[in-house]
């Protein structure tokens, strides 16, 4: 379901751009204009990175801790993380291997909300949330009374009393097909907010459900949608004693290019990191190559992945890292751990396609072919191998046709998505790039431009974090 998330995303950007003139603090969300990069955590990758052994560099940084409690003064942060949450076990919601919510629903992180409503034949209830600073997971379930499945074709975060949606990026597990019967979807959407959009203490989530049907399921609305409004107050007194912010300043740099480390934010909803990619590289720097977080608990070295990333925009700028948490854990020590930037040739930044030859003229390495172009829908694809160094493959929302005439990729039929086929007995994964254009005839050739491709500079990094 990320596709449609992605589209969201790209929506928000969009608008922080038209707003960027008027509101100036809004500058982060205009220059991410490539949008939310994402993991393995569902059926797609739009973050894919390989592992390289490489001699380590340590990087001091510059401690400060304060952590604020909201009352007379400041708290020990040890203590403070350490301490046990106010709420009971969410149950009936299966967290697999997810660090951050096993960690958080452990230790009574998890605000129950209990709060459901029904509408025709949809009932949704929202059983609980997990705040952080700029990211909140909401676990709710849906019954579908129908006899026919739906779908849910999207989740809003609306302020209480505002009838429009919050910029955000936002992504589902658990999958949006709701089959009919008595039975429920156990769901929950993870949402993320820009460095200058904090989580609303007074909110309303709107679930948008309609019957399913092949021909829109990829489509982020429907004409017979039923929207389902449930108001939910967040405990930020709660969630405040918990958050905390580590500067750090520190500048990696391999050759000239240059990546500065800006700050990060623990919570136990997640690890935030805060970046800027400086506008004077010469090349194209869009983040951290095979980076995670190593915490070490009770001298146990555990690895916190980044499942999702604002992305800087094509002349670089602000971008953001979202990283699991285990801070309740206590643990001794966080450290920052990369193996290099992701970097191209600016230059090669280019996907020329003839959509009548049926071939690609020009790519930045020759390894994205052409798949087809049918109903306004353009594919591509390549492999993906282990031993080859990758990232995500970001294609930006306009393009040119052979006239010189500018387009925009048809966000509404689906925008840009990608699936992966492969093989448990190979190392190669076939990935498909799905490019939805508006009806019309095209001037050939059309001419994309790449916001992210995979490229890598190598070499390691390790900052402390706590």
Known sequence: MF???ERMLKEMNRDAESSAAVVSDEALDAAVRSGMRRGRRAQRSRSRMSTVTAVAVTVAAALLFVVWNGNEGLVNPKEQMAAQGPYPPLTGFDFGEDITLNTANKHGMIQPVNQSVTKGDYTVTVNGILVGSQQMEVFYTVQNHAEHPADLKRVEMKRRGSSEPLPYSIGSSGGNEIKPGAGKLYSR??????????????LTLSFNIAPYSTNTAYESSAENEQVLDINVTVDMETVRKYISTIPLN????????KFYLKEAVLSPAGIVLKANIPSSNTMKVSGLWDVYLEAVVNGEKIRLNSDSAFLPGADGGDMTYFFDSNILENPESITLKASGFQAVDPSKMKLVVDTDKKEVIRSPDGDLRFGEYTGHTLTFEYEEQTDRHMGSVSIEPEFVDGEGKKHRINEDAGGVRSSSRSSSDTSVSLITEYIYLKPGDYPQPLTFTLSSYPGVMEQAFEVPIQ
């Open 189 to 202: 959407s993870d949402i993320h907010m820009g460095e200058n959009h904090p989580i609303p203490e007074e």
């Open 3 to 5: 596709e449609k998330e």
């Open 250 to 257: 520190q500048m990696l740099q391999i050759e000239s290019q």
